[in-house]
């Protein structure tokens, strides 16, 4: 490794870069200055950011990498001061935890907000509804004592995620070649968003009208039950769904009448992301992607929102880099590192219990995504898994057969023949959990935090520092 002379770097003692763009370098065929760093704007201050995000009626907080990044804890944390939450894409493939004194709470469908007696839940017409999963979240919400009784509602354009689209799923992976596999987690939420594009789907509000529900099932079980092995009796099928429509009939409402009507009455809404950015069926690292749009385009489409009434955009972004699936994954740790990194986060799947794979943070990602979202400020979390390693590399840059990238690669072979650059910082060694101030961060800690909002250039807001609600460091 070599010290860089770049004038941005300079300064910085700890940054090197790898022995291939030193080779690289020394021919001349790349210099430190062309190198893509991030980073290169003004950035406002944290305070700043979150005044910002207090003074929006509506905010949006989305995960900026490959999903379970924390997105559950910073809602729960701020969900008191909104009267709606919101989920506005995906199903119930996503995972959001929250820890209250010492209590852990799973959401998977229902908006993390639920635990705020003051806010009601909306589930938008972006999302897939499967009803027996989220039936088993009310249970749950009873047998832990939390209220919700009229504190929930769904729009009625919302598109139902029937057992058979499960099926259906696991049946696609299943046919798919080790090396295709997407790593799905065979909720059904493709085929339930492949019967949404195709025109065929039922929505909620489809189960209040009995009289031509019979034939739109039928009509749906007919079209996958072509392609595919299904024992679907639709008889009972539309029996179910009849007595389950009523069940949640007073749930049921107009969503954008809903949405627009709260915020006529200066109601405040949060949006609260599913998945992440880097799972966005457009934007991300496709096709080991969900089936929806989980950046903040989602959150227009999927909630009836026009783009003038979106306030601040928070990104969640783990200090360091998870994914779960398949698919290229630049920074990836396969050694003690990253097993480190998975037994002390605790990697492991809401959803699927499937261990996540870990890596270094990677800021060329990073870069990516805050530009297709335009974040207005970040919340850091999990800085406290990094706590017992002695040296912390961060990803600055992508190189591709001796050119340097300027931005995060569409195309997935040549993603997965990256060489990556990184800075390297000392590592800390203490424990940070009672740090409630960025400023009570120890040096090393709060070095690897200013530097990589330096490079991002987006002020962190927040820093997650345990997994208690009130372990978060501003």
Not at 20 to 40: D, E, H, K, M, Y
Not at 205 to 226: C, E, M, N, Q, R
Not at 229 to 255: A, H, P
Request: with cysteine; aromatic share 6%.
């Amino acid at each position: 490794c070599v010290h860089v002379s770049d004038s941005r770097l300079s300064t910085h003692p700890t940054v090197m870069l790898s022995s291939a763009f030193r080779s690289l370098a020394s021919r001349g065929r790349i210099t430190a200055a062309a190198l893509p760093l991030v980073g290169g704007r003004g950035i406002a201050s944290a305070s700043a950011a979150r005044k910002e995000v207090d003074d929006s009626q509506v905010i949006s907080v989305m995960g900026a990498q490959w999903g379970d990044e924390g997105k559950g804890k910073l809602v729960d944390v701020l969900g008191a001061e909104f009267d709606i939450i919101a989920r506005c894409a995906g199903g119930s493939n996503a995972g959001h935890t929250v820890v209250v004194e010492g209590k852990k709470y799973a959401f998977h469908l229902m908006p993390s907000g639920i635990l705020h007696q003051g806010s009601t839940c909306f589930i938008g017409n972006g999302v897939v509804l499967h009803l027996p999963s989220l039936f088993n979240e009310m249970s749950s919400l009873d047998k832990q004592e939390v209220p919700y009784d009229g504190r929930i509602k769904i729009s009625d354009r919302t598109h139902v995620l029937f057992d058979f689209h499960q099926e259906v799923d696991g049946q696609q992976e299943a046919a798919r070649s080790d090396l295709k596999k997407i790593g799905t987690t065979k909720k059904g939420i493709g085929p339930c968003y492949v019967s949404k594009a195709g025109r065929i789907g039922v929505r909620v509000g489809d189960l209040l009208y009995p009289d031509t529900l019979h034939d739109k099932i039928a009509s749906l079980v007919k079209y996958f039950g072509a392609s595919h092995e299904l024992d679907v009796n639709v008889e009972e099928q539309v029996e179910r769904y009849v007595n389950w429509g009523r069940q949640i009939e007073d749930m049921v409402v107009d969503g954008v009448e809903y949405v627009h009507g709260a915020l006529d009455a200066g109601k405040r809404i949060m949006v609260e992301g599913a998945n992440a950015t880097m799972l966005d069926m457009d934007h991300g690292t496709y096709p080991y992607v969900t089936s929806s749009n989980c950046s903040v385009g989602g959150a227009i489409t999927g909630l009836g929102l026009p783009p003038s009434r979106m306030g601040a955009v928070v990104g969640i972004m783990k200090a360091y880099t998870t994914r779960v699936g398949s698919g290229p994954f630049p920074t990836e740790l396969e050694d003690s590192i990253g097993a480190t990194m998975q037994k002390v986060g605790g990697e492991f799947g809401v959803t699927t219990g499937r261990p996540r794979r870990c890596g270094w943070l990677d800021l060329v990602q990073m870069k990516y995504t805050a530009r297709i979202n335009g974040f207005s400020c970040i919340n850091m979390t999990k800085l406290d898994v990094l706590s017992e390693l002695d040296e912390l590399k961060v990803a600055v840059g992508y190189s591709h057969k001796g050119r340097p990238l300027h931005t995060f690669p569409g195309n997935l072979e040549q993603l997965a023949q990256v060489d990556v650059h990184y800075e390297t910082f000392p590592g800390w060694r203490t424990d940070i959990s009672a740090c409630r101030s960025i400023s009570d961060l120890p040096p090393n800690a709060r070095a690897y935090v200013d530097r990589v909002q330096e490079l991002l250039g987006v002020p962190i807001a927040w820093v997650g520092v345990g997994m208690g609600r009130e372990a978060m460091a501003l």
